[in-house]
């Protein structure tokens, strides 16, 4: 079945380090891809989008790489800051408008 | 303009009872969807309302139903209340609930059953 995937449950990076989250999917047909940020007691906060037929996509500190090839998705978050300290979940929408998300990685940016 | 909001923000619930959550979407929007976020299960989606019709449903049992109001406003209700059902629902709205349309989220209702 379709299932969205994390390598890692957990990141911890120092303040002013780059920092990666990555995202494993299984539904080779997906076409549009989502990270959110999730702080405690909030609802999913857009970050940044991109669609299949993109392999990259820039953002304010935020880059999201796609590759399609191997079905992994990234997140690259510039200059990590103790206001990035969230849950972050990978998403994509497939055919039937709704988004199936990965389990969520917890970054913690250390002072 | 604001954003989706949710109301209740927290409610408590006895086993068996029934709940109504209420949404109100960004103004202009007119697909809402529904999520129940758990520790265990993560992010599962319920359902999608657009122009009063459900137009897709999740795997959850028929205790999960919603309606969508002629303003896009939605509601969910959930029956016979399970302890299993203490989740954070969260509700999405997006312009025209196109596959590539980006879907934004309200702060939640927490539900908790006792």
């Known amino acids: 079945g379709e299932s969205v995937g994390l390598h890692l449950p957990t990141l911890s990076v120092q303040e002013g380090d780059n920092s990666i989250i990555n995202c494993a999917y299984s539904n080779s047909a997906s076409d549009y891809f989502i990270w959110y940020k999730q702080e405690s007691g909030k609802g999913p906060q857009f970050i940044i989008d991109i669609r299949s037929n993109m392999d990259k996509r820039q953002g304010q500190r935020v880059t999201v790489l796609l590759n399609k090839t191997v079905k992994h998705l990234s997140l690259q978050i510039a200059a990590t800051q103790p206001g990035d300290s969230a849950v972050y979940f990978c998403a994509f929408s497939g055919s039937a408008r709704q988004l199936t998300f990965g389990s969520g990685t917890q970054l913690t940016v250390l002072p | 303009k604001a954003g989706v909001t949710q109301t209740p923000r927290y409610l408590i619930k006895t086993r068996g009872q029934q709940v109504t959550l209420s949404c109100s979407p960004i103004?202009?929007?007119?697909?809402v969807s529904w999520y129940q976020q758990t520790p265990g299960q993560g992010l599962q989606f319920l359902f999608e309302y657009f122009s009063e019709t459900q137009r897709n449903k999740g795997n959850f049992p028929g205790r999960f139903s919603g309606r969508q109001f002629s303003n896009s406003r939605s509601e969910m209700n959930v029956s016979t209340l399970e302890l299993g059902d203490s989740a954070l629902y969260l509700c999405?709205?997006?312009?025209?609930?196109?596959?590539?349309?980006?879907?934004?989220f309200g702060p939640g209702t927490r539900l908790l059953v006792l």
């Open positions: 103004s202009g929007h007119r697909s």
């Open positions: 999405a709205s997006s312009l025209l609930g196109g596959e590539e349309e980006t879907q934004y």
